[in-house]
């Protein structure tokens, strides 16, 4: 597939993104800034709460909103909790979906993560998770935990039948992340994804360091979409 790699000065002109971002509380810790869920949505589109797809990837990474929010949840109420969408600046990652999102034809993407916590660094952010599960004991930084399964639910049910794709990396400080999302998804038939060779779960991550290596997953990516 022939596939022009689109720079993000021009996907900014084509796609709106909002997320729904928080801090997260439990006793005795410092609140986590979080987010929720993002969706990304071409201006050229009516309004349309069914996505075409739903990936799945790490953690927020450098995403933020346009106005930092105080939307304080408690961690033992978290089920309680509905999104408040807000404009949200998007990083890089994000811009490898919306080059999927051009060439599939897709108006509406919504992405979910192993873990709310928003941190830009992979190793310090497989740190904090691990160490706020530790003081807390509480594993509700992830929208896969028990106590947020009618959320994953409705963010799920909330597309068409098309694919839900895994793009959340390989690295081994993610395991216990990956096994309870994988058992959470494990009844989802159309789940696809660029697999590493031999280690079934995990999935290239879209932002790979090398720009050759980004315009790969891009192209990969969509053959594996239309194939």
């Given at each position: 597939?022939?596939?022009?790699?689109?720079?993000?000065?021009?996907?900014?002109?084509?796609?709106?993104?909002?997320?729904?971002?928080?801090?997260?509380?439990?006793?005795?810790?410092?609140?986590?800034?979080?987010?929720?869920?993002?969706?990304?949505?071409?201006?050229?589109?009516?309004?349309?709460?069914?996505?075409?797809?739903?990936?799945?990837?790490?953690?927020?990474?450098?995403?933020?909103?346009?106005?930092?929010?105080?939307?304080?949840?408690?961690?033992?109420?978290?089920?309680?909790?509905?999104?408040?969408?807000e404009p949200t600046v998007p990083d890089t990652t994000q811009y490898q979906v919306?080059?999927?999102?051009?060439?599939?034809g897709w108006q509406h993407v919504r992405v979910i993560n192993l873990s709310d916590?928003?941190?830009?660094?992979?190793?310090?952010?497989?740190?904090?998770?691990?160490?706020?599960?530790?003081?807390?004991?509480?594993?509700?930084?992830?929208?896969?935990?028990?106590?947020?399964?009618?959320?994953?639910?409705?963010?799920?049910?909330?597309?068409?039948?098309?694919?839900?794709?895994?793009?959340?990396?390989?690295?081994?400080?993610?395991?216990?992340?990956?096994?309870?999302?994988?058992?959470?998804?494990?009844?989802?038939?159309?789940?696809?994804?660029?697999?590493?060779?031999?280690?079934?779960?995990?999935?290239?991550?879209?932002?790979?360091?090398?720009?050759?290596?980004?315009?790969?997953?891009?192209?990969?990516?969509?053959?594996?979409?239309?194939?």
């Amino acid at each position: 597939m022939r596939v022009t790699f689109i720079p993000a000065s021009e996907l900014k002109q084509q796609y709106s993104v909002f997320g729904h971002f928080y801090a997260l509380h439990a006793p005795s810790v410092a609140p986590l800034k979080c987010r929720s869920i993002l969706e990304i949505t071409s201006k050229d589109a009516q309004s349309n709460p069914i996505a075409d797809a739903v990936f799945v990837m790490m953690n927020p990474g450098r995403s933020k909103p346009v106005a930092e929010m105080d939307h304080i949840v408690d961690a033992e109420k978290i089920s309680e909790m509905t999104a408040q969408l807000e404009p949200t600046v998007p990083d890089t990652t994000q811009y490898q979906v919306m080059r999927i999102m051009h060439h599939a034809g897709w108006q509406h993407v919504r992405v979910i993560n192993l873990s709310d916590l928003r941190d830009p660094q992979s190793d310090s952010f497989a740190e904090r998770y691990v160490q706020w599960e530790k003081q807390t004991g509480s594993k509700v930084h992830s929208v896969f935990s028990s106590q947020r399964s009618a959320e994953l639910r409705r963010h799920l049910s909330g597309r068409h039948k098309g694919s839900i794709v895994f793009a959340w990396g390989v690295s081994d400080d993610l395991n216990p992340l990956i096994e309870r999302a994988t058992a959470a998804l494990a009844v989802e038939q159309t789940a696809t994804g660029l697999v590493k060779p031999g280690q079934p779960g995990k999935y290239f991550h879209p932002l790979p360091r090398l720009q050759c290596q980004k315009e790969q997953w891009v192209i990969r990516m969509l053959d594996q979409l239309t194939a």
